[in-house]
């Protein structure tokens, strides 16, 4: 069983120009120790997904499951919440500015957050503590800046002091909106690298909401990519940058310069996003799509593995033998068998199979 | 649009003995200073913030310049001084052999139409209440050089070649995404056809396929209309993918610079090399087996910068003379003479500064 396990999430929001669909039937689970990293551009429901886990998306309309340490997030009252966020799920924004209150001292801050949830605290115990995180997270000479407001801090001290803030009752699990997005590279790196640290320290379950893939390479352990509310592609870290099935995941990675193709054209995907009101039929990804068939235009394709052991899912129409995983697929499947796992070969023989040899002409 | 013929864009870069007339713009010794002011009554001036403090570049015709830095680096400032767009404290800026440093508005005027600029914002450097059509036509009715239905043809043209449907001449920023928003900046740029282009940070408000979109178009009008770019960002794999030159700037100073894959493979500097280790690339298996250099604290405040080396109090090869005496920026360990390196102790070939070998020293 894991710490969070996400069935079929749907979340909606009525406006005056119609239902914006902002995530449409997402599923993922998140195991202790573990990070997931959740890509996907400005727009793809990454931040919705995981704000309506915490209540955070009133006037939404929310369907499926969301089952953390054995309870439905999604069927808590207020109340009872209230009790989960910040104490058992921690959340770090993007701007470390705009999410601490600029007139409270820092050290007070952390010391509110920790008294809310545990009033035998003192406030004096409360300080001491903040001290401790602050000096936890690397923030130097913490018993001084505890008492400095954030505007005295630098960005990347800010953001320590929200990651300070999120570790400060020992959550379960962290949820980390572009945490570094507001950074320089120096920074981030820091960061990055005391999120490592932290996490191997108190084995907290980490999902990381970024649209930078090089982000994601570092630290993730799986990888879910989202497009248009729903996953495009889901996988092991090493699947979704070596062996990516769906056309909008090869489509990213082609986007990012690199130092191997410097100076040649970049192969960015053309067009924009869709609207999230008027969705386009069948894969919502299609008309943007450099390998679009006829059934991509009116069928929705579901999630199906397409590697080893069915852990690599991918929603596209595309024959498993299709894109940038062709061969190594059919590989895995003998290697399978040789190996004696036949129920693994048997489901990518299933996925293969299911995927019959495109139907439509494929124009690449 | 298409009268301007590319100039000099798909001829190689000559070697280190360029002559006069590849120099698009030079900048010598540039200093700009803002003064801080005290809270009393007289408003004293308590301090100069030191946003750049002494940095020489070159910009070449037909030519990418990559400026690199981190926040609070002057890369911003620098490029407003440039442009003209803010007076400098002291230095000097030509630009075709003349000078162009602290003009009046008058003078400046002529130059103003082979110098323009892309702002970061695409959000922020469109007037919300504007059509797009007067945004990319505004620079033709300053300029006074073209008018009515020449001008709206002018208009439709730009926006064709820029990637936006010319119908939308109509439509306000508002209904445009950031990538076409982005495109629009470009169009304006592009309306008097410049000699350089500033792009300060162009691509990173902008989702990557998006990003990469505005980079092809970038490098097809570069091509196309001979144009110089002085390109500020601060993701390092985007100025590797358009840079021909690359300058590292640390506090208003500059770091290291040279040609692109110089500076990329053979990083003279501490700081460059701590920049390039950061980088995250999009390779799980690279990730694994770099050995990032992390930098302990931040950067110092350019109101008081520390003394010798700018660099020395994050610096892992520190040592005493670093914070005595100022390193030039110079050739170092045999490197051609267009790699230049301001560090007492640069980095041999295949050295390696080592994680976490970063001190605290403050």
């Given at each position: 069983m894991s710490l969070l396990e996400v069935t079929d999430l749907q979340v909606s929001f009525p406006t005056a120009d119609g239902l914006v669909q902002a995530v449409r039937g997402v599923s993922f689970s998140v195991d202790s120790g573990r990070t997931i990293g959740i890509v996907g551009e400005s727009g793809s429901g990454k931040t919705v997904l995981t704000q309506t886990l915490l209540g955070l998306t009133p006037g939404g309309r929310v369907d499926g499951k969301a089952i953390f340490d054995g309870t439905n997030l999604l069927s808590l009252r207020p109340d009872q919440l209230r009790k989960v966020r910040g104490a058992e799920i921690a959340v770090i924004f993007q701007d470390p500015l705009t999410s601490?209150?600029?007139?409270?001292k820092v050290g007070w801050q952390i010391a509110e957050m920790i008294r809310a949830h545990d009033?035998?605290?003192?406030k004096k115990q409360g300080i001491e503590r903040a001290v401790d995180l602050l000096g936890r997270v690397g923030i130097p000479q913490p018993r001084q800046r505890v008492n400095d407001y954030p505007h005295q801090f630098s960005g990347g001290m800010r953001q320590r002091a929200m990651i300070a803030m999120a570790l400060s009752l020992s959550p379960k699990l962290i949820i980390a909106d572009e945490p570094t997005t507001a950074l320089d590279a120096t920074v981030q790196a820091q960061i990055l690298d005391l999120h490592g640290r932290l996490q191997q320290e108190s084995g907290t379950a980490l999902i990381m909401i970024t649209h930078d893939l090089g982000v994601v390479a570092d630290i993730a352990d799986d990888v879910l990519v989202m497009y248009a509310g729903k996953a495009a592609e889901k996988a092991g870290k090493h699947d979704i940058f070596y062996q990516p099935h769906h056309p909008y995941t090869k489509g990213l990675l082609e986007s990012i310069p690199n130092s191997s193709a410097a100076g040649d054209r970049l192969r960015p995907i053309t067009g924009q996003p869709p609207s999230l009101i008027r969705l386009p039929s069948g894969c919502a990804f299609h008309p943007r799509c450099a390998y679009v068939m006829d059934r991509c235009l009116t069928e929705q394709p579901r999630l199906a593995p397409v590697g080893d052991g069915g852990n690599h899912v991918s929603a596209c129409w595309l024959p498993v033998t299709a894109a940038g995983i062709a061969a190594e697929t059919e590989a895995l499947r003998r290697r399978a068998v040789e190996q004696g796992r036949h129920d693994a070969a048997a489901k990518i023989a299933e996925s293969i199979a299911e995927r019959p040899e495109a139907e439509g002409s494929v124009i690449a | 649009m298409s009268d301007t013929l590319p100039r000099d864009a798909a001829q190689p870069r000559p070697s280190a003995a360029e002559t006069e007339d590849d120099v698009l713009v030079r900048v010598e010794n540039l200093v700009k200073h803002f003064p801080v002011h005290g809270g009393g009554l007289i408003r004293r001036v308590v301090g100069q913030v030191q946003a750049v403090d002494g940095v020489s570049l070159v910009v070449r015709r037909g030519q990418t310049l990559g400026l690199v830095g981190e926040t609070g680096c002057g890369k911003s400032t620098l490029a407003r001084c440039i442009a003209g767009l803010i007076p400098v404290t002291s230095g000097k800026v030509t630009f075709e052999g003349r000078d162009i440093t602290n003009l009046s508005r008058g003078a400046m005027r002529p130059f103003r139409r082979e110098i323009q600029m892309i702002f970061q914002d695409p959000y922020g450097s469109l007037n919300p209440r504007h059509r797009v059509g007067a945004i990319i036509g505004e620079p033709f009715a300053v300029h006074k050089t073209a008018t009515g239905a020449e001008r709206k043809k002018a208009v439709q043209e730009l926006m064709e070649r820029v990637g936006?449907?010319?119908?939308?001449?109509?439509?306000?920023?508002?209904?445009?995404?950031g990538g076409q928003r982005q495109r629009i900046g470009v169009a304006r740029a592009l309306a008097l056809r410049p000699k350089l282009v500033i792009c300060d940070e162009?691509?990173?408000?902008?989702?990557v396929s998006i990003q990469a979109q505005v980079l092809n178009l970038l490098s097809d009008l570069q091509g196309e209309f001979g144009l110089s770019y002085l390109f500020i960002a601060h993701d390092l794999e985007v100025v590797r993918h358009v840079s021909n030159d690359v300058t590292v700037m640390y506090l208003g100073r500059i770091a290291e610079s040279g040609p692109k894959d110089q500076v990329y493979e053979t990083a003279r500097h501490p700081y460059t090399a701590a920049l390039l280790s950061a980088?995250?690339?999009?390779d799980p298996d690279a990730a694994a087996q770099r050995r990032r250099i992390i930098l302990t604290g931040d950067v110092p405040s350019p109101i008081n910068p520390p003394e010798g080396c700018r660099f020395h109090p994050r610096c892992p090869k520190a040592q005493d003379l670093c914070g005595e005496r100022e390193p030039v920026l110079e050739t170092k360990l045999g490197d051609p003479v267009t790699h230049l390196a301001a560090c007492h102790f640069p980095l041999q070939a295949g050295e390696i500064l080592a994680r976490d070998a970063g001190r605290d020293r403050r």
């Open positions: 601490l209150h600029p007139l409270y009033r035998s605290v003192s | 936006l449907n010319p119908e939308h001449f109509n439509r306000f920023p508002a209904e445009f995404s162009p691509v990173s408000a902008l989702d980088a995250p690339a999009a």
